[in-house]
Each structure stands twice: as structure tokens, then as C-alpha cells.
């Protein structure tokens, strides 16, 4: 079964002991382990822009960042093949973006076939 498992960031600027290595590493392992299914980074956690369209359709409204009532941040995700939620979870604890404040959000993805 395929799940997202989204990395939020307490803030931008928020301290970690998280570095690019851990980071490598842990890319290295979701792949040799052979569950990656996909995954990317965010460039720039403050530069999204959300987009609401009102009930009838009439409006669209567009705010500046991702999340404007709150600090918290989504930094990338992975997309992981595995047999079920505990071994997903387990990947989860494994990511360094799950330490140092940061948490990570496991979603299964529907499957429409």
C-alpha cells in the first residue's frame, strides 16, 4: 500500500540538528530499501500561495503562504510502497524530518484500480 508521508517544520528558521547528510542518508535508505516511490523537496517553505474558490464558484481568493495562521511549515514529502501502517510509520519515526520539533504526517493514498 502507497503512503504520503508529509514533512512539516515548525517554522523556517527553526533550529535543527538535522543536516543535509542526515537527510542524504535517509534518501539512500527509503530507495535501497526499495519502497520510494517518489519524493521532492520544497525549494522555499514561505513562497506558497493558496487558492479558495467560495461554494458557488463565483470568487477565487488567493493568500500569500502555504499556511498564514500558523508557523508551521511543509518542507517535501515522500511517497512510500509498504505492506501496512506500522511499517509506514516506522519509516516516518526514521526521517530526520520527524526530529529536532519537525513531525511527519502518514497518509495512505487511495487506490482507484
Known amino acids: 500500500m502507497k503512503y504520503l508521508l508529509l514533512i512539516h517544520a515548525q517554522s523556517a528558521d527553526a533550529s535543527s540538528d538535522c543536516t543535509p547528510e ?62 501496512d501502517l506500522d511499517v509506514a510509520l516506522d519509516w516516518a519515526a526514521r526521517c530526520p524530518g520527524s526530529q529536532g520539533g519537525g513531525r511527519i504526517v502518514v497518509t495512505p493514498i487511495a487506490d482507484w484500480d
Open 22 to 83: 542526515d537527510w542524504m542518508v535517509y534518501d539512500k535508505q527509503v530507495k535501497d530499501a526499495g519502497i520510494f516511490v517518489s519524493g521532492e523537496s520544497l525549494a522555499d517553505l514561505t513562497s506558497g500561495t493558496s487558492v479558495k474558490v467560495d461554494r458557488d464558484g463565483t470568487r477565487t481568493v488567493t493568500t500569500d503562504g502555504p499556511y498564514p495562521e500558523t508557523r508551521e511549515l511543509v518542507g517535501g514529502f515522500y511517497v512510500i510502497d509498504v505492506p
